[in-house]
């Protein structure tokens, strides 16, 4: 699982915009991890890019993910990177889902960007779900 410590109670993070945590070795507990830090944290929240790639979360990450959006972790958010994550079916549809859901229009009303190359959901979800949203998905 990933360490993550977060000591900012006297550091000015307010500019954080873009957090890179590609290629980490964070799993799906380790995504905990970071849902924990952006809850404790509303300077985490301010951020507009997150890269997660080449980790290894899985469709339990990508329900993880899904829950910092509804909650409002990732009220700012405009670019979301999960390259690479070894999400399939189930965590694909959960984040594609929740991505044009009105219920994130509602806790992030920004235009939003998935990246999701690299993942292993079937050419079937792929393609429908490509269709659907080519503006907001590259898969």
Do not use: W
């Not at 509303?42 to 990450?61: H, P, Q, V």
């Not at 189930?90 to 960007?113: F, N, Q, R, Y």
């Amino acid at each position: 699982a990933l360490l993550l410590r977060f000591e900012i109670e006297n550091h000015d993070v307010t500019a954080l915009k873009c957090l890179d945590l590609s290629a980490n070795n964070i799993n799906s507990p380790g995504l905990l991890v970071l849902e924990d830090a952006f809850k404790k944290s509303a300077a985490f929240r301010m951020i507009t890019e997150l890269n997660i790639s080449s980790n290894f979360i899985g469709d339990k990450g990508a329900m993880a993910i899904v829950n910092m959006m509804l909650v409002g972790y990732l009220a700012k958010i405009i670019k979301l990177h999960l390259n690479r994550c070894q999400i399939c079916n189930d965590g694909m549809k959960a984040l594609i889902s929740i991505a044009c859901s009105e219920a994130l229009t509602k806790c992030t009303p920004h235009v939003m960007i998935i990246s999701l190359r690299g993942n292993h959901p079937t050419i079937v979800l792929m393609k429908r779900y490509q269709s659907l949203f080519p503006e907001c998905l590259m898969i």
